[in-house]
Every structure is written in C-alpha cells, then in structure tokens.
C-alpha cells in the first residue's frame, strides 16, 4: 500500500477511542513509572494499576520525515503519594518538532518545561486545545476525578527523551490540595 492509500480511520469524538487499521496501543501502571514519582515506594506498592493508556495511529512508521501521527492518551484519575497521576513527559529529541492536543473530557494540566527549567501549566478541559512548541518539554496530570482523555497530533520524526525526565524531573511536581 502506497501512501497515497492510506484507508481512513475513525475517531469517536465522546470517548476519543480509535477504530481502525495501523493502530498501536500501549499502556503503562503506576510501577512502570516508578523513578519518576517522588515518593518510589509508593509507586512499587501501586505496581500494577494502570495509569494510562494509549492508541495511535500509524499512517507511516515511527521517525519519517515529513509524516504525521494522531493519538488518545487515557489518563486514569487518582494519586501516588500524594502526587496526582501523571505522564512521564519527554523532550523531543528534534526541537523544532512541535506538537498539537485537544482534550476531550475530564480535567487536568499541560505542564511545560523550557531548557532553563521554568515550569507552567496550562489548564485542559473538554475542548482545550494546546500548542506545544518543540523546544518545551511536556507532561499531562490528572487533577480530576475521571479520567483524563486527550488527543494529540504530532511529527512521525520528532523523537522522544525520556531519560532526562528520569533523571532530572520537571521543574514543578503536583500534588493533591495544591493550587494550580
Ligand atoms: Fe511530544
């Protein structure tokens, strides 16, 4: 199948679930996660809750050039010691590589983080819609108590990094009674 016959896939608006062909899914508990909470014990006693899920769509492969993905993430509600539920975040690892989400229902926090750490956040309702730029890293956080379901769209060759999330953090964590 050539580019050019990629079959169109269908996004269900109210769930923001995907049904179609060339679509990857994953999902990762409290325990996957566990360096990057600030409290890892917590985390190896939650082990196996999920905490979020994704789907994908793959109209080319990961890292073309030039191509673009779609996705859902389905971020569950809840806490791990105290720290509300969240993504790992990443840089990408192109930093002119931007990206683009609209929430779809529940509530929560985009959290931006420049090279200098400063760290924000910007709010995310149904219909929020979010541009990050590349140079920014990028996590979601469940400040609600549904959850939290987003669609993002974003460039096959962007690249993602992890491990300096692991490693270093964002600037700002969040927790439960806190104000944003
Ligand atoms: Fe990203």
């Not at 014990?41 to 109209?59: H, I, K, N, S, V």
């Not at 790992?88 to 609209?102: P, Q, S, T, Y």
């Not at 920014?136 to 959850?147: S, Y």
């Not at 300096?164 to 944003?180: K, M, N, Y």
Request: with cysteine; proline share 5%; glycine share 14%.
């Amino acid at each position: 199948m050539s580019a050019s016959q990629i079959p169109p896939i269908l996004t269900n608006l109210t769930t923001g679930m995907l049904v179609g062909e060339r679509i990857a899914e994953s999902r990762r508990t409290v325990g996957d996660l566990v360096g990057y909470w600030s409290d890892p014990e917590a985390a190896r006693q939650g082990g196996d809750a999920l905490l979020y899920g994704t789907q994908t769509w793959m109209p080319a492969e990961d890292g073309v050039e030039g191509a673009i993905l779609w996705g859902n993430t389905v971020l569950m509600p809840g806490s791990v010691g105290g720290e509300f539920f969240m993504t790992r975040g990443h840089w990408h690892e192109k930093l002119d590589r931007c990206e683009m989400c609209v929430t779809v229902s529940g509530s929560g926090l985009l959290v931006l983080m420049d090279e200098s750490r400063n760290t924000w956040v910007e709010q995310m309702s149904p219909g929020s819609t979010h541009y990050v730029p590349g140079n920014l890293a990028h996590r979601t956080v469940n400040t609600g108590d549904e959850p939290l379901v987003f669609m993002c769209a974003w460039p096959a060759d962007c690249g993602h990094n992890y491990g300096s999330i692991l490693e270093l953090g964002f600037g700002r964590r969040f927790f439960v009674g806190d104000q944003f």
